[in-house]
């Protein structure tokens, strides 16, 4: 008997939740992607490519994918969960018997006249301003955050005629320790990036003007796309597919959810952040309890957890700050070459162990979580609508 299980988006989540189900070799079982782009995107190295650093920050998907994997290159408008069916731009309409929501994240609001370079177009183009400005030009980076800090030292290093700035409502880096964030200052300050903390770009107007720079680098935050809430489906107030710690949707047993546009409901996950490290482990996961469901074995709760936060500043220096499994910064962190070297290895080693997975299912994996309490574990379960 077949069964067609349909994955929506072509990341990190949607590509390990493709290898997972299709390298198991399964009799009957069709993986179709859906993702409307021809090459994986490496998100992590986005800032390197806009910099101009990195010539091409994508693979071929023949490259990272089981060739047993059926692609479909259009996007996904609707999810009707009552008849099975994902509706495409192009007109043509899929059945599953489950489908992974794994759409990712991207620019969230952005404004008019500056660039976001967390997706490929985006990063596109500000490669494109920034190779245009003269000498003396000024870049303002937009935001606190790790992408933002990255982008920052990235363009920094690549041109050093050029005036950066990081501009960041509150101190940067703020989910690292205090002497981590010491030392990534100093290194942000050593190559010449201006720190401006406190900064709040008008919602309304260019945000050059505002900020007196000839670019400006948006770096202030994801967005997902509305495809859940479109589809009637359940989301967070940011608009994340709600799902259960199985990573199903309740109330549709044959909907998963993984990446950065799903959520677990509960304070017991709410130390993943968004990230190709938890976006990983849950398309992993995901694919393992189709697989279970299958053989009319229990679910298995997801359990993924953190090692270290790894911050680029340029090709020659760096910062790792080590983590709980829950994602709090411990004492130790490391900085300068060591720190850009563990960056680099770990960069290349996400790309192969979604590789070593398309070859065999299950090969893939990672640090468990935090452990769970007795107390937190008796914790009522949240109230869906």
Same mark, same amino acid.
């Given at each position: 008997?077949?069964?067609?299980?349909?994955?929506?988006?072509?990341?990190?989540?949607?590509?390990?939740?493709?290898?997972?189900?299709?390298?198991?070799?399964?009799?009957?079982?069709?993986?179709?992607?859906?993702?409307?782009?021809?090459?994986?995107?490496?998100?992590?190295?986005?800032? /390197?490519?806009? &910099? !101009? #650093? $990195?010539?091409?920050?994508?693979?071929?998907?023949?490259?990272? *994918?089981?060739? %047993? =994997?059926?692609?479909?290159?259009?996007?996904?408008?609707?999810?009707?969960?009552?008849?099975?069916?994902?509706?495409?731009?192009?007109?043509?309409?899929?059945?599953?018997?489950?489908?992974?929501?794994?759409?990712?994240?991207?620019?969230?609001?952005?404004?008019?006249?500056?660039?976001?370079?967390?997706?490929?177009?985006?990063?596109?183009?500000?490669?494109?301003?920034?190779?245009?400005?003269?000498?003396?030009?000024?870049?303002?980076?937009?935001?606190?955050?790790?992408?933002?800090?990255?982008?920052?030292?990235?363009?920094?290093?690549?041109?050093?005629?050029?005036?950066?700035?990081?501009?960041?409502?509150?101190?940067?880096?703020?989910?690292?320790?205090?002497?981590?964030?010491?030392?990534?200052?100093?290194?942000?300050?050593?190559?010449?990036? /201006?720190?401006? &903390? !406190? #900064? $709040?770009?008008?919602?309304?107007?260019?945000?050059?003007?505002? *900020?007196?720079? %000839? =670019?400006?680098?948006?770096?202030?935050?994801?967005?997902?796309?509305?495809?859940?809430?479109?589809?009637?489906?359940?989301?967070?107030?940011?608009?994340?597919?709600?799902?259960?710690?199985?990573?199903?949707?309740?109330?549709?047993?044959?909907?998963?959810?993984?990446?950065?546009?799903?959520?677990?409901?509960?304070?017991?996950?709410?130390?993943?952040?968004?990230?190709?490290?938890?976006?990983?482990?849950?398309?992993?996961?995901?694919?393992?309890?189709?697989?279970?469901?299958?053989?009319?074995?229990?679910?298995?709760?997801?359990?993924?957890?953190?090692?270290?936060?790894?911050?680029?500043?340029?090709?020659?220096?760096?910062?790792?700050?080590?983590?709980?499994?829950?994602?709090?910064?411990?004492?130790?962190?490391?900085?300068?070459?060591?720190?850009?070297?563990?960056?680099?290895?770990?960069?290349?080693?996400?790309?192969?162990?979604?590789?070593?997975?398309?070859?065999?299912?299950?090969?893939?994996?990672?640090?468990?979580?935090?452990?769970?309490?007795?107390?937190?574990?008796?914790?009522?379960?949240?109230?869906?609508?």
């Amino acid at each position: 008997m077949k069964t067609n299980v349909v994955i929506v988006g072509g990341g990190y989540a949607g590509v390990m939740a493709a290898n997972r189900l299709a390298a198991t070799g399964r009799s009957g079982l069709d993986v179709v992607l859906v993702n409307p782009g021809e090459r994986f995107v490496e998100r992590i190295r986005l800032h /390197e490519y806009a &910099a !101009g #650093t $990195r010539n091409d920050p994508t693979v071929s998907f023949a490259s990272v *994918l089981n060739p %047993d =994997v059926r692609q479909v290159r259009d996007a996904a408008e609707r999810i009707d969960a009552g008849t099975r069916t994902v509706q495409l731009a192009g007109g043509r309409r899929l059945e599953y018997d489950y489908l992974v929501y794994a759409v990712g994240s991207g620019r969230g609001k952005v404004p008019e006249g500056s660039y976001a370079v967390e997706q490929f177009e985006g990063a596109d183009e500000a490669r494109r301003a920034l190779a245009g400005l003269p000498p003396g030009g000024r870049v303002a980076v937009v935001g606190g955050g790790l992408t933002a800090i990255e982008t920052a030292s990235e363009t920094a290093r690549r041109y050093p005629g050029l005036s950066v700035g990081l501009h960041a409502a509150g101190l940067p880096a703020p989910q690292v320790g205090a002497g981590a964030r010491r030392g990534l200052e100093r290194s942000l300050r050593r190559m010449g990036v /201006e720190l401006h &903390a !406190g #900064t $709040r770009v008008p919602a309304s107007g260019d945000p050059r003007t505002h *900020l007196g720079a %000839d =670019v400006v680098l948006w770096c202030a935050g994801f967005g997902v796309p509305e495809l859940a809430a479109a589809s009637g489906l359940p989301v967070d107030a940011a608009g994340r597919l709600l799902v259960d710690p199985t990573l199903q949707v309740p109330g549709q047993e044959r909907i998963y959810g993984a990446g950065d546009a799903a959520v677990i409901a509960g304070a017991d996950y709410a130390y993943l952040r968004m990230s190709c490290a938890a976006a990983m482990p849950m398309g992993a996961d995901a694919a393992t309890n189709i697989l279970r469901s299958l053989d009319a074995l229990p679910a298995v709760r997801h359990d993924s957890g953190f090692g270290g936060q790894c911050v680029s500043l340029g090709r020659t220096d760096g910062m790792v700050q080590f983590v709980t499994a829950d994602d709090t910064p411990v004492r130790l962190h490391v900085h300068g070459r060591t720190a850009a070297v563990l960056k680099e290895i770990i960069c290349r080693m996400t790309l192969r162990w979604i590789r070593n997975e398309a070859k065999r299912s299950g090969a893939y994996t990672w640090p468990k979580g935090p452990r769970r309490t007795t107390a937190t574990a008796q914790q009522q379960a949240p109230a869906w609508n």
